[in-house]
């Protein structure tokens, strides 16, 4: 089982965006999904993010990093997936842009 681990920002500032019943919502998904199987349930990203994988929850992306030989997932950014915002933010977070 992988450790799910959250970048400063996703509890200080994502969550907080986010209604209590979509943020469960998204926890359930995060900890069913990504701790046992993150690269079955995600799909890689290109571009600048490329190495990274996504999650879809309903109207949101769950953008993370997979340290496997930590046995970690790292959880980068969680936002809307309109506009690209999700991928924007994370590659901000990560010093890409």
Known sequence: ????????????????????????KILRSIEKKLKTHPETFGKPL???LKGYYRLRVDPYRVVYFIEKEKIIVLIIHIGLRKNFLAYIESAK?????
């Open 1 to 24: 089982m992988y450790e799910i681990v959250h970048h400063r920002f996703v509890e200080q500032k994502d969550l907080k965006r986010i209604t209590k019943g979509n943020q469960k």
């Open 46 to 48: 290109l571009g600048e």
């Open 93 to 97: 977070r990560l010093g890409l842009m």
